[in-house]
């Protein structure tokens, strides 16, 4: 599953109780005005906060050439049935759309960080 998939995914799926109905929503993400480098930035910092973020260090990523940017900051690293998982804080911003959500990405066995359920 490509990183633009999961993370648009995620997002849904975190947002869907709080708006059951009105999908409209998603055209406020900052998200969807992502380009290809954009994501790509997105994922380098995800990598470097989940792999080597202390808890509670900020890894911030920007693109000037879009003017998006972002944060990923590790909150809490914790032991669940032998995974490590880490709560973060997802910040993102593109254009006039900006928001941030909260989730626990465990290490899988092949080493990928997916998202816990």
Same mark, same amino acid.
């Given at each position: 599953? !490509?990183?633009?998939?999961?993370? #648009? ?28 480098? /954009? ?19 900020? #890894?911030?990523? !920007? ?12 909150? /809490? ?7 490590? $998982? ?11 759309? !900006? ?6 990405? $465990?290490?899988?066995?092949?080493? #990928? ?5």
């Amino acid at each position: 599953m !490509s990183t633009k998939v999961l993370i #648009a995914g995620l997002l849904l799926l975190i947002s869907l109780p709080a708006v059951a109905l009105n999908w409209r929503f998603l055209q406020y993400s900052p998200v969807t005005q992502f380009t290809d480098q /954009d994501w790509d930035l997105l994922r380098q910092a995800g990598e470097k906060a989940l792999e080597r973020g202390a808890d509670g260090e900020i #890894a911030r990523w !920007s693109n000037p050439a879009t003017g998006a940017s972002g944060s990923i900051q590790p909150l /809490d690293t914790t032991d669940r049935e032998g995974a490590t $998982c880490r709560l973060t804080v997802v910040s993102n911003s593109a254009g006039d759309a !900006s928001g941030s959500s909260r989730f626990t990405f $465990c290490r899988q066995d092949d080493g #990928a960080w997916r998202v816990a359920q």
